[in-house]
């Protein structure tokens, strides 16, 4: 019996969505069913460029249904930008290959600053090639400086007829190799400041567009270009001055949502085949699974996947009904790309202690999974950054709770506007939250939810009692500790928002946060040993360590359910 929290293709129908929805993603799992295991490692070791399945895409109509806004869409009744199924296609993509899915997670970027721009004839532009089957690109990166976009060196002259010429080089930028238009972002030889920024649309195509290298080893095109005098006319601009800034930030956050459901898939896959490997392999006269370190590591791997999964699928929900008045997105938004991928890596790691050596044969899709999952906690800005982030809403969050209507669960085919008219990015102290205390209280009959709990209450008299003063406010290594344990309580809560959403089982529940609990109490021992931590921080720390409750008949239903996994799916060859 296939596993409901998991995705599996010989069972998957998304009845949930809209008919038209339905239809594109069974049939993009049936395209990669059809081509066959054999076919998917191979391209992956010949890092073969993904011309079929864009060919497939095209034909389909996949990318320009999914990623046209309502707005752009000529009253087409099914194109519109619905992160709910966006969601759904990143992890059938991670499930299937990380190439696949980064061609479509760049278009996405490509599109950001399109979508943004009240520029009619590009917004125009980008729907008609998205009609065409095209990809496109996010032009932010440079090698000297990073996505540093302060420090940009894409300089644009004026020209005199109301445009530009534009000079410099991107590095770093996906699909840069055949994007039928490439957002590029820079700024004005002639205006000082955040006035002369410029966000404007290339095309890979034009002669003054330089194709230098792939700068990975993958069939990923992650390029370097060059633009020698390149013309920008004026309809190719699409934001200038401080727009161009936030268009470059908000893209950003519209985008790194997409790496949490690229992570589930790919530990969806590899879990699948860890689990049937060991349970058919025999050493000293026993399968593998009978030794209980190697039921625990997959345990522990299950039940973190799971974890994974209702904090995204809660997180959709932020993510759909944000607007001006409700903010709230944008510390669930880095949760997404800082937990949620990280989480993904301990699942890879931990599948990879029980397989050992057959985690590296090429013939595994769990070969290319062990390499891939470690590129998301470190796309669309580090784990450093987005916990440095994470931590703006740390006291607003924990101690000051105001009043929010009840978020539903979003599946509903409705166009997510205001993702593209975030407006200015800053404010992110006035962001407020509703109280994260119910979601626990609905789940204290489960006894490592309570203890967890307490956890978490103790996080909260350590920011009012102990919280770093303004010389440790300095120290990013001890302020980065101090995140890892924030970030916990609001996995841990959106965790159980779902749960209780979704009637997710309570042996499962019990089980993930028997691990969540060990999770905290290994930060806060980090905590305590940091350089900078006062005695009373010190103090605390340890006073913050919980054991997990130990239930030995849940630890073996959540097993049974691990042990079901075995053969559950393989993927056709």
Known sequence: MADPLLFNPRT?????????????????????????????????????????????????????TFLT??????????????TARIAALNEIFGFYGLDYWYAWQVTILGLGPVWQSDNAAARARAARLLDEG?????????????????????????????????????????????AGLVSVFGRRTDVEGPDGYVFFAADSRHEA????????????????????????????????????????????????????TASIGICEH???????????????????????HVRRELTDAYVRLVGMKLFSDRAVDYFRTAGPDDRRYLLFNPMTKMKVT????????LLWDVIAAKGFEKDTYFAQAGSEIRGLPKLEGTVHVNLALILKFMGNHLLAPVDHPPVPTRLDAADDAFLFRQGPARGLGSVRFHDWRPAYDGHAHLANVARFREQADALCR?????????????????????????????HGQLILEQAALTGTDDDVLDELFAVLVRDFSAHAVELHGKDSATEE???????????????????????????ALSGAYEMAP
Request: aromatic letters at 12%; hydrophobic letters at 40%; charged letters at 25%.
């Open 12 to 64: 998957y129908d998304p009845a949930h969505f809209d008919p038209e929805t339905r239809r594109l993603l069974r049939a993009t799992v049936d395209w990669f069913e059809s081509r066959g295991k054999r076919r998917l490692v191979e391209d992956y070791r010949s890092r073969a460029w993904l011309a079929d399945f864009l060919e497939f895409s095209a034909k389909e109509g996949l990318f320009a």
């Open 69 to 82: 806004p309502a707005s752009a869409a000529s009253g087409h009744p099914d194109k519109r930008w619905d």
């Open 134 to 178: 095209e990809v496109f690109a996010f032009g932010l990166s440079e090698k000297t400086h990073g996505a540093d976009i302060y420090s940009t060196d894409m300089l644009l002259e004026p020209d005199g007829a109301g445009g530009f010429r534009a000079t410099g080089s991107k590095y770093y930028i996906g699909n840069g190799n055949a």
């Open 209 to 260: 567009y330089h194709l230098v290298k792939n700068v990975v080893d993958s069939s990923k095109y992650v390029s370097e270009f060059r633009l020698a005098d390149y013309p920008v006319r004026a309809e190719d601009v699409l934001h200038t001055g401080r727009a161009a800034f936030d268009a470059a930030l908000n893209t950003v956050n519209v985008g790194k949502f997409n790496l949490c």
């Open 270 to 292: 590899a879990m699948y085949e860890a689990v049937t490997h060991a349970h058919n392999r025999i050493l000293y006269g026993r399968p593998v699974t009978a030794f209980p």
């Open 342 to 349: 990280t989480e993904g890596e301990k699942v890879i790691d």
């Open 462 to 490: 350590f920011v009012t009692t102990a919280a770093p003063d303004e010389e440790q406010s300095r120290d990013l290594d001890l302020l980065l500790a101090v995140g890892q344990l924030f970030a916990l309580v609001v």
């Open 537 to 563: 921080q010190q103090s605390w720390a340890l006073g913050a360590v919980r054991r997990p409750v130990v239930d030995a008949a849940r630890s073996a239903r959540v097993w049974e359910r691990v042990e």
